[in-house]
DNA sequence: AGGGAGTCCTGCAGGC
DNA sequence: TGCCTGCAGGACTCCC
C-alpha cells in the first residue's frame, strides 16, 4: 500500500487538522531541530514566531500558510514526505526526523516531521504574500470558479509537451501532483500522452471538472478519516484513498473491459497510470 | 520561453 | 539474513 503524497487534497487536510489544533492559539514554544531542509530557515524563525497568536490557518496550492498576529506569515510546504503531528508533549525523545516542534500556549503541541527534507518553512509579510518568491508565479487553484475550461485551454494553447507533464507545472494550475493528474486524465477520458495545446474545447470542459471532482474526492475522504484522528498522537493529512489508476499496473481497468488493463509508462522522469482504450 | 535532465534526500522493495 | 541497487516524489537549477 502506497501512502498518498502530500498534494493539494492532503495539505488541505492537514490545514483542516492546524486550523483546529493551532487557529487563536499562540505559540509558547517553537525549537528547530534541523535547519537545512530544501532551504534555510529564515534567521531568528523561532524568536520571531514565539509568542505570536495563530490568526488563520489557510493554503494556497500545496503551501499552508498561517498568518500570524504581527502581519507576518508563516509558510510551509511539506515537500513529499512532509507531515503535521498533533499532539500533547510526552517524554519520549524526539525522533530523527522531527525537525521544527511547535508548542502552543494551550499545551498542545505540532511537530513538523520530514524524513526526506524537501520540505521548507519560510517567513512571508502578509500584505505582499503573493510577491513571495515561492508563491508569485502560482497558476490558478483549481477548485477556484476562476479555474475554467477557457482558463485552462488558454494556459495550454503553445505547450507542445504532454498534457500530462503540463499539468504538474505549477505555473499553470496549482496543486496537482503525480498522482491526481493521472487520475483526472483518467476520468476525462484522455490520454496522458496527448499534446498539451490539443486540449481545448470539449476536451478542456471534460478535464476541468474531471480535475474538481477528483480532488473534491479526495478532500473528503480526508476530511472524513480526519475524525479518526482524536488521538492525542494522532497524525494528520494522510488517508487511505483508493486510486483508480495510480499504482495499479496490470489491474483490469476499473471503467472498461480491456485485455491491457492499466499501464504504466514514464514521462519526464514520472511515472504516469493510464488505460490505453479509454483515454485518447 | 519551453522542455528536458539532473539534483536534493531517505525509506523501502526487490534481487541475489 | 544482509547487502546492494534502484526507485519514488516536488520543485528548483542548469542547460539546450
Not at 524526539?94 to 518553512?121: A, C, E, N, S, Y
Not at 509579510?125 to 503573493?130: D, G, R, T
Not at 496490470?250 to 511515472?271: F, L, M, W
Request: charged fraction near 25%; charge should be positive; proline fraction near 7%.
Amino acid at each position: 500500500m502506497l501512502s498518498a503524497m502530500p498534494e493539494l487534497p492532503e495539505v488541505e487536510t492537514v490545514r483542516r487538522g492546524l486550523t483546529m489544533a493551532m487557529e487563536g492559539r499562540r505559540f509558547a514554544a517553537v525549537t528547530v531541530r534541523r535547519p537545512d531542509l530544501r532551504r534555510p530557515f529564515p534567521p531568528d524563525f523561532a524568536l520571531r514566531l514565539t509568542g505570536r497568536r495563530v490568526v488563520e490557518v489557510a493554503r494556497r496550492a500545496k503551501y499552508l500558510t498561517l498568518f500570524l498576529d504581527d502581519g507576518w506569515v508563516l509558510l510551509g510546504h511539506l515537500g513529499m514526505s512532509g507531515r503535521m503531528l498533533v499532539g500533547w508533549p510526552d517524554t519520549a525523545p524526539p525522533g530523527k526526523h522531527d525537525h521544527v516542534i511547535f508548542d502552543t500556549d494551550d499545551g498542545r503541541r505540532i511537530i513538523f516531521q520530514d524524513p526526506r527534507r524537501f520540505g521548507l518553512m519560510d517567513l512571508a509579510e502578509a500584505a505582499s504574500l503573493a510577491e513571495h518568491p515561492l508563491l508569485k508565479d502560482l497558476g490558478p487553484e483549481p477548485l477556484d470558479e476562476a479555474f475554467t475550461p477557457a482558463v485552462l485551454s488558454a494556459a495550454l494553447a503553445g505547450r507542445s509537451g504532454p498534457i500530462k507533464t503540463a499539468l504538474l507545472d505549477q505555473k499553470l494550475v496549482a496543486g496537482l501532483g503525480n498522482i491526481y493528474v493521472s487520475e483526472a486524465l483518467f476520468r476525462a477520458g484522455i490520454s496522458p500522452e496527448r499534446a498539451a495545446a490539443s486540449v481545448a474545447g470539449r476536451r478542456a470542459r471534460r478535464l476541468v471538472p474531471a480535475i474538481k471532482a477528483v480532488l473534491t474526492e479526495a478532500i473528503a475522504a480526508g476530511g472524513s478519516s480526519l475524525r479518526d484522528h482524536r488521538r492525542p498522537d494522532g497524525e494528520l493529512g494522510y488517508f487511505q484513498h483508493a486510486f483508480a489508476v495510480y499504482d495499479r499496473e496490470g489491474d483490469p481497468c476499473p471503467g472498461c473491459d480491456c485485455a491491457t488493463g492499466v499501464r504504466r509508462i514514464v514521462q519526464s522522469g514520472r511515472s504516469t497510470f493510464f488505460c490505453h482504450k479509454r483515454q485518447s
